[in-house]
């Protein structure tokens, strides 16, 4: 069935609403999840069991003092949490979220229209991605840079560090799904794994090293080199404050749902429908666990130093994502 | 109609971000717009049809300025603007007209011959990915490799020159401990 305009738009609509709700829960979700895991209660006193924390924290967002620094490069201090927002959401127009689905002819106005597992179905969904959250790391270099604070160009430096390890991970573990499946199209690698196993555990190097290399790509803790409060204050967002900080928060959330969307639908079997389990159930559980992970991980190691995450990436984990392409190239072959 | 908004929306942009990269002193509106400037070259292609292509040039140029960028951020403080030094303006003034000349020559002369057509057409079934990869594969084989190898050379070469001292470790500098012992010894 063909995409109409108003599905394309609704499917937008229903992007945007459903992952900002998610990324204002995810921080409740992530401390509520770090303080079980350090044995502590995290927020218990706003609401039932901490649950209006997100309210408090969204009105001391919006009624927070917008300070921008004297000697700052006001245009770009203004344009970089824009840059980071923006591109996180532009990446998941590419991302297939939900099944395709007809909504149901009974509601008025809407009654019939189809509405696309992608909001843009370009055959190269995947490099569109991995490209769009590459681009969402000028906001972080850009705001270290425009703040005239020492810790933001300490930032900004160990940004573009952090760009020049892990890209090369992500691109070369993708490559071997890409080999199998045979398309650059997120859809089908979704109709790949209702057919076949789940690529997670036909290619579980490739599954691995993608998740390191998301993990970098989101700055989630082990890599969390850019606002790495105990070295450098804040690291970019030293000097930013109310909704222009969390504009960077909102991105970040955004990055790490669609790191998790995409592990979803590359290696854990997508939207299709599992054993008793409707498709949009099935991927929301995944995202959910994919998203758990990264904070499980976040309260199990350590923060690396820059020069540490430079060593893992381009030693240890591109050799082996090479070796993993070869032996994958000889196996498709023979 | 949209593709012709799309088109003019985004040369116009395009036009007035080089000119930015070009005219600024202040090197971090230089550098952003050199790098927002590549990311809208990449919608020509894509208004083209050539998906793989734009997205190439999305993922290339992003990481390619973002090298820059690291550079500016060692040799500039961004927050000011740059003092150049204008040797000889003139000098500068027509070598730049002469190549814009020669390249405003190159790209529209095609416009005047009619004989052009497409030697490698798009197949829209198999997707544009898989035809840039029959060409390079087949017709364009030897620059493809070429290419690589000359790529190859510069890491190497980048590699020797910045490996100097690559078995020493900066972070755990022994020499300076040995140093410190010393001035005690000699103390």
């Not at chain 1, 649950?51 to 009105?59: R, V």
């Not at chain 1, 705001?143 to 892990?166: D, E, P």
């Not at chain 1, 390191?212 to 989630?220: D, L, Q, S, Y």
Request: with cysteine; hydrophobic share 60%; glycine share 8%.
């Amino acid at each position: 069935m063909e995409a109409t305009t108003l599905g394309i738009v609704i499917k937008a609509i229903i992007i945007l609403a459903v992952i900002s709700a998610v990324a204002g829960f995810g921080t409740y979700l992530e401390r509520k999840v770090l303080a079980f895991m350090q044995r502590r209660l995290g927020p218990m006193h706003v609401g039932p069991y901490g649950l209006m924390q997100i309210l408090a924290d969204g009105i001391k967002l919006f009624t927070k003092e917008d300070i921008i620094p004297q000697n700052a490069n006001k245009l770009i201090f203004a344009l970089a949490p824009a840059i980071t927002a923006a591109t996180a959401f532009i990446a998941l127009s590419a991302v297939p979220v939900f099944p395709d689905f007809t909504i149901p002819s009974w509601i008025p106005l809407l009654g019939g229209t189809f509405v696309p597992s992608v909001a843009a179905d370009i055959n190269i969904g995947i490099l569109f991605v991995l490209g769009m959250m590459a681009a969402g790391l000028y906001g972080p270099l850009l705001a270290g840079m425009a703040q005239a604070n020492k810790w933001g160009i300490i930032g900004a430096a160990r940004t573009a560090i952090q760009f020049l390890s892990y890209e090369v991970v992500t691109g070369l573990s993708i490559l071997a799904p890409i080999m199998i499946v045979g398309s650059l199209s997120l859809v089908d690698f979704n109709n790949y794994s209702s057919e076949h196993a789940w690529l997670m555990f036909t290619q579980p190097v490739a599954f691995v090293l993608f998740l390191i290399g998301g993990f970098a790509e989101t700055n989630r803790t082990p890599f969390d080199l850019l606002e790495h409060e105990a070295e450098v204050v804040s690291g970019y967002a030293t000097e930013y404050s109310g909704m222009r900080w969390g504009m960077f928060f909102i991105g970040e959330y955004a990055n790490m749902i669609t790191v998790s969307v995409l592990t979803a639908v590359v290696f854990m079997g997508g939207y299709n429908d599992m054993w008793f389990l409707p498709g949009w159930l099935a991927i929301l559980l995944k995202i959910a666990f994919v998203f758990f992970l990264m904070l499980w991980v976040r309260a199990s190691w350590p923060h690396v130093r820059p020069d540490q995450l430079m060593w893992l990436c381009w030693k240890v984990l591109m050799p082996i994502a090479v070796i993993n392409v070869v032996i994958t190239g000889i196996v498709i072959m023979v | 109609m949209y593709e012709q908004i799309a088109f003019y929306l985004f040369s116009v942009l395009t036009v007035i971000l080089f000119l930015i990269t070009v005219m600024s002193k202040n090197v971090l509106y230089a550098m952003t717009s050199l790098a927002s400037g590549m990311v809208l070259i990449s919608g020509f292609f894509f208004i083209l049809g050539a998906d793989f292509l734009g997205v190439v040039q999305l993922i290339v140029y992003v990481g390619a300025v973002m090298a820059l960028y690291s550079f500016a951020m060692m040799f500039f403080d961004a927050t000011r603007d740059v003092k150049e030094k204008n040797t000889n303006s003139a000098l500068v003034f027509i070598l730049g007209g002469m190549s814009a000349l020669v390249l405003v020559l190159m790209f529209a002369a095609p416009i005047f011959s009619e004989n052009i057509q497409a030697l490698y057409p798009m197949h829209p079934e198999v997707g544009n990915a898989q035809d840039v990869g029959i060409v390079l594969f087949t017709k364009y084989l030897i620059p493809f490799e070429v290419a690589a190898v000359m790529l190859l050379v510069a890491m190497i070469a980048g590699i020797i020159l910045a490996g100097k001292k690559m078995d020493q470790s900066f972070t755990q500098d022994m020499s300076v401990d040995e140093e410190i012992l010393k001035q005690k010894d000699t103390k």
